[in-house]
């Protein structure tokens, strides 16, 4: 019996030491500050970067997310029912995300982009710079990303009504815009003047 007890001491000390010097048991006390890993390991944050020009963006996000919104304002996106496999479909209403939370995402999407929106170096569709350090260009970016979080808390209660209201946020926000800096008399020329 006295063998049986040395052995099973001897392991317990033996696992002890082992976990003392692997650290496996050691919690460390809650007043301890975690390490901070040297300067260079740490991941400097990408620069954002533009890779389309205002016209490709506007093309590509904004315009076809408008849509969708616009879509709520007089139709059900409940009743939008999918034709063939809904995540093959190129429609956002009628694919694997639609109805209504469609429009919930266009709106996000809007409110997201709007950022896009701000990136040094992007340019207009006529070669001229965004002008993102005007002050009334930051302005009219905000608006857009109030009119999108508006249309996405009015999409919320499933409601034609206020997808209505919330509709004329997002067109003000983007009409505000488009007539500083995009409708001019003299075309795509003077853009972005």
């Known amino acids: 019996m006295k063998s049986i007890r040395a052995v099973a001491i001897a392991l317990v000390a033996v696992m002890a030491m082992a976990t003392l010097s692997f650290g496996g048991a050691q919690t460390p006390s809650p007043t301890a500050a ?25 093309r590509g996000i904004m ?24 995540s093959l479909s190129t429609d956002p209403l009628s694919g694997t995300f639609g109805g209504w939370a469609a429009i919930e995402n266009s709106s996000l999407a809007l409110t997201e982009a709007a950022s896009l929106l701000t990136i040094p170096g992007r340019v207009c569709s006529n070669g001229l710079p965004v002008p993102v350090k005007n002050a009334d260009w930051l302005k009219f970016v905000q608006g857009l990303r109030e009119a999108g979080m508006t249309s996405y808390k009015a999409a919320q209660p499933k409601s034609n009504e206020k997808m209505l209201d919330a509709a004329d946020v997002v067109t003000t926000a983007c009409s505000n815009c488009h007539d500083r800096y995009r409708d001019k008399p003299a075309g795509v020329a003077d853009r972005c003047k």
Not at 34 to 44: G, I
Not at 49 to 55: K, R, S, V
Not at 67 to 83: C, E, L, M, R, S
């Open 63 to 86: 315009f076809p997310n408008s849509n969708v919104i616009f879509f709520a304002q007089d139709k059900n996106p409940a009743d939008v029912k999918p034709t063939g496999d809904p």
């Open 34 to 58: 975690p390490k901070t890993p040297p300067a260079s390991a740490k991941a400097a944050a990408p620069t954002p970067q533009a890779y389309a020009n205002l016209a490709q963006l506007m």
